[in-house]
């Protein structure tokens, strides 16, 4: 009897107390990898769906008529009605730096903004996209559109660039899109990464 209820009031064994703490310290650092990639990726869901929406913006603004609002003289036509906007003048924010490791709060100011740089440049930039941020960015976006000889020829190109952690390696995200022979926007099926969680 009392051989037994010594064993029962046995304590666990340094043995047993070692393998508690190694699976602990397994499991830690696994979770901590799984937030990491998490947030990471949390954060990444803001150039992914940014430079969808500035790819959407292109083929919108590509429908709409794009012909300038001046008076045509007597015999003369007016430019295409149908065109991809051209090259926005300015990243935003303005330098990668901007959002190296941090966010980027754009300018909203009306008339000063990061985003209407090109507002009185006829059908150019994100002006002409009709596109901006009123929220905190963690990437730097630009525009490009490269219009060719022909409407067929035309195309554009959405970027996002960040560096999420500050190191100075950036991440690149990319759409590209372009008229094709029966005038309408094609938009590539799959954005374009380079060191996504950088």
């Not at 310290?25 to 869901?45: D, E, H, P, S």
């Not at 960015?137 to 999420?164: E, H, K, P, R």
């Amino acid at each position: 009897m009392k051989q037994s209820l010594k064993k029962a009031q046995r304590g666990f064994t340094l043995i047993e107390l070692m393998i508690v703490v190694a699976i602990v310290g397994i499991l830690a650092v696994l979770a901590i990898y799984g937030v990491r990639k998490y947030i990471a990726n949390a954060k990444t869901a803001e150039a992914r769906n940014s430079i969808g929406e500035i790819a959407k913006d292109a083929s919108t603004a590509f429908e709409k008529e794009s012909m300038p609002g001046t008076l045509l003289a007597p015999g003369v036509s007016a430019a295409l009605s149908r065109s991809l906007c051209t090259a926005a003048s300015a990243t935003v924010p303005v330098a990668i730096a901007s959002v190296a490791g941090k966010k980027y709060q754009s300018k909203s100011a009306p008339t000063t903004t990061d985003w209407d740089t090109d507002m009185n440049t006829f059908h150019t930039g994100f002006y002409c996209l009709k596109y901006s941020m009123d929220q905190p960015q963690y990437y730097m976006y630009s525009y490009t559109g490269a219009l060719g000889t022909g409407v067929v020829t035309d195309t554009f190109t959405a970027i996002a660039n960040g560096d999420l952690n500050g190191d100075g390696t950036t991440s690149t995200f990319s759409l590209v899109g372009g008229v094709t022979a029966a005038y309408t926007v094609n938009i590539a099926p799959n954005i374009t990464e380079l060191l996504p969680e950088e």
